[in-house]
């Protein structure tokens, strides 16, 4: 089972709650990949916030420095990466795969990455590049692939690393997990359904690795894998992400499964 900091947040009481902070964080966690720029209305939409709170957050988190604006739409400050920095100096989990990702890219010639379940999505907190890859020529859409970086969100129910880590939870978690979160739509193979989703992850559990064909993005598939501590818990994902390959999402794992799962093992005593 996953550990811990994998799990849904622990209950808080009321008297503790501050409902200021929680507003402000979403406010800022309403930027990402997809929408670097916001103005109020579109931070309203993505909150839960009226327009005129969303107005109020956006220029107070401007005053403090954690946003900068054009007077109309408002983006993240380099103030922001001073916690992505402290993150990666201080924890555990990427200062320990680093090493590993940038051997099992080169081995592979494929990007890797390693990731973690909070909430909704699944965070990338180490990634190894495979700096040879190229485009295909007459290729019509944009893989994402290539521009993943560390603190990129993606959503769990639609990737390889997602769907091993849901996997994973007990199942009264992820029967809460599924509650709580839509199962949203990004290409025509996205499982936007609860049973068929569930059934997907029985099987991702029973075989103990999970292959996404082009769920999260047309031209992209990946193989994924758990990675667990010394103690058996899941306390990541780890996956190898191919685009615009030729051949199959079966052939993605049936070269290269023996090795993700023996690089897993290999991480297993320092994590």
């Not at 946003?67 to 408002?74: H, K, P, S, V, W």
């Not at 769920?215 to 899941?234: I, K, M, Q, S, Y």
């Not at 090795?259 to 897993?264: S, V």
Request: with cysteine.
């Amino acid at each position: 089972m996953i550990a811990q900091p994998s799990l849904p947040r622990s209950p808080i009481q009321k008297a503790d709650w501050i409902e200021g902070m929680a507003r402000g964080m979403a406010v800022l966690e309403s930027f990402d990949t997809e929408r670097q720029r916001l103005n109020a209305t579109l931070t309203a939409q993505r909150t839960g916030l009226t327009r005129a709170a969303a107005r109020r957050h956006l220029l107070t988190l401007t005053h403090l420095g954690y946003l900068e604006t054009d007077g109309q739409y408002y983006w993240l400050s380099a103030k922001v990466l001073g916690f992505a920095g402290s993150y990666l100096s201080g924890a555990r989990l990427p200062r320990a795969v680093q090493p590993t990702l940038h051997q099992l890219s080169l081995a592979t010639q494929l990007s890797c990455s390693v990731a973690v379940l909070q909430n909704d999505a699944v965070i990338i907190v180490a990634r190894g590049i495979w700096q040879g890859l190229e485009l295909p020529a007459k290729a019509s859409h944009t893989v994402l692939a290539y521009g993943l970086h560390v603190g990129t969100r993606l959503p769990a129910h639609a990737t390889s690393t997602g769907q091993v880590l849901l996997a994973n939870l007990a199942p009264t978690q992820l029967q809460d997990w599924l509650k709580a979160n839509s199962l949203s739509r990004l290409t025509a193979n996205t499982s936007t359904q609860t049973q068929a989703l569930k059934k997907k992850l029985k099987q991702v559990a029973k075989q103990d690795y999970c292959v996404a064909d082009q769920e999260h993005e047309l031209g992209v598939d990946a193989l994924a894998v758990p990675l667990r501590n010394a103690r058996g818990d899941t306390v990541a994902a780890l996956n190898l992400v191919r685009s615009g390959a030729a051949s199959t999402s079966v052939d993605l794992a049936a070269r290269w499964l023996p090795l993700l799962q023996h690089t897993a093992q290999s991480l297993r005593t320092l994590i």
